[in-house]
Protein backbone atom coordinates (compact mmCIF):
# COMPACT_ATOMS: atom_id res chain seq x y z
CA UNK A 1 0.00 0.00 0.00
CA UNK A 2 1.07 4.04 -0.93
CA UNK A 3 1.59 5.62 2.88
CA UNK A 4 0.88 9.25 3.21
CA UNK A 5 2.15 11.41 5.47
CA UNK A 6 1.01 15.23 6.26
CA UNK A 7 2.69 17.93 8.07
CA UNK A 8 1.72 19.27 9.94
CA UNK A 9 -0.95 17.26 12.29
CA UNK A 10 -2.07 20.51 13.89
CA UNK A 11 -1.63 24.28 12.70
CA UNK A 12 -2.84 27.16 14.18
CA UNK A 13 -3.92 30.43 12.34
CA UNK A 14 -5.56 33.82 11.72
CA UNK A 15 -7.94 34.54 9.53
CA UNK A 16 -5.99 36.29 6.48
CA UNK A 17 -2.82 33.77 7.23
CA UNK A 18 -1.51 31.45 4.41
CA UNK A 19 -1.40 28.04 4.71
CA UNK A 20 0.38 25.82 3.42
CA UNK A 21 -0.12 21.64 4.06
CA UNK A 22 2.11 19.29 2.68
CA UNK A 23 1.50 15.71 1.75
CA UNK A 24 4.13 13.58 1.02
CA UNK A 25 3.63 9.71 -0.70
CA UNK A 26 6.20 6.52 0.22
CA UNK A 27 6.53 6.68 -3.74
CA UNK A 28 5.79 8.31 -6.74
CA UNK A 29 1.71 8.42 -7.78
CA UNK A 30 2.07 10.89 -10.78
CA UNK A 31 -0.27 13.67 -10.31
CA UNK A 32 -3.11 11.35 -8.78
CA UNK A 33 -3.73 12.93 -5.49
CA UNK A 34 -6.56 14.66 -4.56
CA UNK A 35 -7.09 17.18 -1.20
CA UNK A 36 -10.55 17.45 1.00
CA UNK A 37 -12.04 19.62 3.63
CA UNK A 38 -13.61 17.88 6.15
CA UNK A 39 -15.94 19.83 9.10
CA UNK A 40 -16.93 18.19 12.39
CA UNK A 41 -20.22 15.92 11.85
CA UNK A 42 -20.08 16.54 7.76
CA UNK A 43 -18.53 14.24 5.07
CA UNK A 44 -15.04 15.25 3.28
CA UNK A 45 -15.65 17.85 0.81
CA UNK A 46 -13.21 17.40 -2.64
CA UNK A 47 -11.24 20.55 -2.78
CA UNK A 48 -8.17 19.35 -5.45
CA UNK A 49 -7.97 16.46 -7.50
CA UNK A 50 -5.19 15.70 -9.84
CA UNK A 51 -3.01 17.50 -7.60
CA UNK A 52 -3.66 21.06 -8.92
CA UNK A 53 -7.25 20.88 -10.69
CA UNK A 54 -9.97 22.84 -8.10
CA UNK A 55 -13.23 21.15 -7.85
CA UNK A 56 -16.06 22.94 -9.36
CA UNK A 57 -17.81 25.60 -6.70
CA UNK A 58 -14.35 26.02 -4.69
CA UNK A 59 -12.77 29.13 -4.04
CA UNK A 60 -9.93 29.76 -6.15
CA UNK A 61 -8.22 30.92 -2.36
CA UNK A 62 -7.43 26.85 -2.29
CA UNK A 63 -4.90 25.67 -4.99
CA UNK A 64 -2.51 22.59 -4.74
CA UNK A 65 0.70 21.54 -6.41
CA UNK A 66 3.49 18.81 -6.44
CA UNK A 67 3.86 15.71 -8.48
CA UNK A 68 5.57 12.63 -7.82
CA UNK A 69 5.73 11.85 -3.95
CA UNK A 70 5.46 15.69 -2.50
CA UNK A 71 2.06 18.01 -2.74
CA UNK A 72 1.08 21.27 -1.05
CA UNK A 73 -2.48 22.14 -0.80
CA UNK A 74 -2.39 26.38 -0.09
CA UNK A 75 -4.61 28.31 1.24
CA UNK A 76 -4.24 32.15 0.18
CA UNK A 77 -5.92 34.23 2.70
CA UNK A 78 -7.88 31.88 5.39
CA UNK A 79 -11.52 33.10 5.61
CA UNK A 80 -13.36 31.90 8.64
CA UNK A 81 -15.16 28.50 7.03
CA UNK A 82 -11.61 27.45 6.17
CA UNK A 83 -11.36 26.21 9.78
CA UNK A 84 -11.13 22.28 9.63
CA UNK A 85 -9.65 19.22 9.06
CA UNK A 86 -7.93 18.56 5.44
CA UNK A 87 -7.16 15.58 4.44
CA UNK A 88 -4.94 14.18 0.96
CA UNK A 89 -5.43 10.89 -0.59
CA UNK A 90 -3.77 9.18 -3.39
CA UNK A 91 -5.55 7.84 -6.59
CA UNK A 92 -2.58 6.22 -8.36
CA UNK A 93 -3.23 2.59 -6.76
CA UNK A 94 -5.48 0.56 -4.70
CA UNK A 95 -5.72 0.58 -2.26
CA UNK A 96 -6.79 4.46 -2.14
CA UNK A 97 -4.97 5.92 1.07
CA UNK A 98 -5.64 8.62 2.88
CA UNK A 99 -2.92 10.65 5.08
CA UNK A 100 -3.68 11.19 8.54
CA UNK A 101 -4.94 14.39 8.01
CA UNK A 102 -4.18 18.09 9.47
CA UNK A 103 -6.78 20.07 11.73
CA UNK A 104 -6.55 24.31 10.80
CA UNK A 105 -7.60 25.93 14.31
CA UNK A 106 -7.63 29.85 15.20
CA UNK A 107 -5.41 31.20 16.68
CA UNK B 1 -26.97 17.06 -8.99
CA UNK B 2 -25.80 13.52 -8.12
CA UNK B 3 -27.35 12.45 -4.26
CA UNK B 4 -26.03 9.36 -2.42
CA UNK B 5 -27.54 7.92 0.75
CA UNK B 6 -26.83 4.99 2.78
CA UNK B 7 -29.22 2.83 4.88
CA UNK B 8 -28.79 0.05 7.04
CA UNK B 9 -29.09 -0.87 11.23
CA UNK B 10 -26.95 1.45 13.21
CA UNK B 11 -26.82 -1.35 15.73
CA UNK B 12 -24.94 -4.92 15.26
CA UNK B 13 -24.28 -7.23 17.37
CA UNK B 14 -20.24 -8.34 17.92
CA UNK B 15 -19.46 -11.40 15.28
CA UNK B 16 -22.36 -10.90 13.15
CA UNK B 17 -22.87 -9.01 9.65
CA UNK B 18 -22.85 -5.40 8.69
CA UNK B 19 -25.39 -4.71 6.10
CA UNK B 20 -25.28 -1.04 4.34
CA UNK B 21 -27.04 0.31 1.03
CA UNK B 22 -26.31 3.08 -0.65
CA UNK B 23 -28.73 4.58 -2.95
CA UNK B 24 -27.78 6.78 -5.97
CA UNK B 25 -30.08 9.69 -7.59
CA UNK B 26 -29.31 12.24 -9.91
CA UNK B 27 -27.22 9.83 -11.60
CA UNK B 28 -26.62 6.26 -13.44
CA UNK B 29 -24.29 3.73 -11.46
CA UNK B 30 -24.60 2.04 -15.24
CA UNK B 31 -23.34 5.02 -17.28
CA UNK B 32 -19.98 4.07 -15.86
CA UNK B 33 -16.58 6.09 -15.28
CA UNK B 34 -16.74 5.66 -11.57
CA UNK B 35 -15.45 3.69 -9.54
CA UNK B 36 -18.69 3.10 -6.41
CA UNK B 37 -16.61 3.07 -3.07
CA UNK B 38 -17.12 2.50 0.67
CA UNK B 39 -15.10 4.21 3.12
CA UNK B 40 -15.03 4.57 6.84
CA UNK B 41 -14.33 6.45 9.84
CA UNK B 42 -13.47 5.70 13.05
CA UNK B 43 -14.96 7.97 16.04
CA UNK B 44 -12.45 10.70 16.08
CA UNK B 45 -9.86 9.65 13.65
CA UNK B 46 -9.00 8.99 10.24
CA UNK B 47 -10.65 7.87 6.87
CA UNK B 48 -10.30 4.42 6.15
CA UNK B 49 -10.85 3.05 2.57
CA UNK B 50 -12.88 -0.24 2.45
CA UNK B 51 -13.16 -0.97 -0.85
CA UNK B 52 -14.95 0.28 -4.50
CA UNK B 53 -17.36 -1.45 -7.23
CA UNK B 54 -17.79 -0.63 -10.86
CA UNK B 55 -21.07 -0.97 -12.94
CA UNK B 56 -19.54 -4.35 -14.19
CA UNK B 57 -19.47 -5.46 -11.16
CA UNK B 58 -15.87 -6.29 -11.06
CA UNK B 59 -14.63 -4.96 -6.74
CA UNK B 60 -11.36 -4.10 -5.13
CA UNK B 61 -11.09 -4.59 -1.34
CA UNK B 62 -8.51 -3.25 1.06
CA UNK B 63 -6.61 -6.12 1.74
CA UNK B 64 -6.87 -5.03 5.56
CA UNK B 65 -10.35 -5.78 5.46
CA UNK B 66 -10.41 -8.52 2.07
CA UNK B 67 -11.23 -11.76 3.95
CA UNK B 68 -14.77 -10.32 5.60
CA UNK B 69 -15.73 -7.56 3.22
CA UNK B 70 -18.01 -8.14 0.20
CA UNK B 71 -19.17 -4.82 -2.35
CA UNK B 72 -21.99 -5.95 -4.67
CA UNK B 73 -24.17 -3.78 -6.99
CA UNK B 74 -27.47 -3.64 -8.45
CA UNK B 75 -27.58 -1.33 -11.34
CA UNK B 76 -31.55 -2.10 -11.85
CA UNK B 77 -32.15 -0.18 -8.65
CA UNK B 78 -29.31 2.20 -8.93
CA UNK B 79 -27.73 0.78 -5.58
CA UNK B 80 -24.93 -0.74 -4.67
CA UNK B 81 -24.29 -2.48 -0.83
CA UNK B 82 -21.23 -3.33 1.61
CA UNK B 83 -21.65 -6.64 3.65
CA UNK B 84 -19.05 -6.55 6.23
CA UNK B 85 -18.65 -10.04 8.34
CA UNK B 86 -17.34 -11.26 11.69
CA UNK B 87 -17.85 -7.54 13.43
CA UNK B 88 -15.80 -6.49 16.55
CA UNK B 89 -15.63 -3.09 18.41
CA UNK B 90 -13.56 -2.32 16.54
CA UNK B 91 -15.83 -1.39 13.43
CA UNK B 92 -17.67 0.98 14.87
CA UNK B 93 -17.20 3.55 12.55
CA UNK B 94 -19.26 6.13 10.13
CA UNK B 95 -19.46 4.60 7.20
CA UNK B 96 -19.70 6.79 3.67
CA UNK B 97 -20.89 5.73 0.29
CA UNK B 98 -19.01 7.50 -2.09
CA UNK B 99 -18.94 7.90 -6.36
CA UNK B 100 -14.89 8.16 -7.39
CA UNK B 101 -13.93 9.79 -10.58
CA UNK B 102 -10.21 11.98 -10.36
CA UNK B 103 -11.29 12.49 -6.47
CA UNK B 104 -14.90 11.58 -4.95
CA UNK B 105 -17.10 14.46 -5.68
CA UNK B 106 -20.06 13.13 -4.21
CA UNK B 107 -20.33 11.38 -0.70
CA UNK B 108 -23.20 10.29 1.26
CA UNK B 109 -24.06 11.99 4.28
CA UNK B 110 -22.34 9.28 6.65
CA UNK B 111 -23.93 6.39 8.72
CA UNK B 112 -22.94 5.75 12.12
CA UNK B 113 -22.88 2.03 13.03
CA UNK B 114 -21.94 0.66 16.76
CA UNK B 115 -20.81 -2.57 17.08
CA UNK B 116 -22.45 -3.80 20.79
CA UNK B 117 -24.42 -6.56 22.14
Known amino acids: DIQLTQSPSFLSASVGDRVTITCRAS??????LAWYQQKPGKAPKLLIY???TLQSGVPSRFSGSGSGTEFTLTISSLQPEDFATYYC?????????FGPGTKVDIK | QVQLQESGPGLVKPSQTLSLTCTVS??????????WSWIRQHPGKGLEWIGY???????YYNPSLKSRVTISVDTSKNQFSLKLSSVTAADTAVYYC?????????WGQGTLVTVSS
Open chain 2, 98 to 106: ARVGGGIDY
Open chain 2, 26 to 35: GGSISSGGYY
Open chain 2, 53 to 59: IYYSGST
Open chain 1, 27 to 32: QGISSY
Open chain 1, 50 to 52: AAS
Open chain 1, 89 to 97: QQLNSSPFT
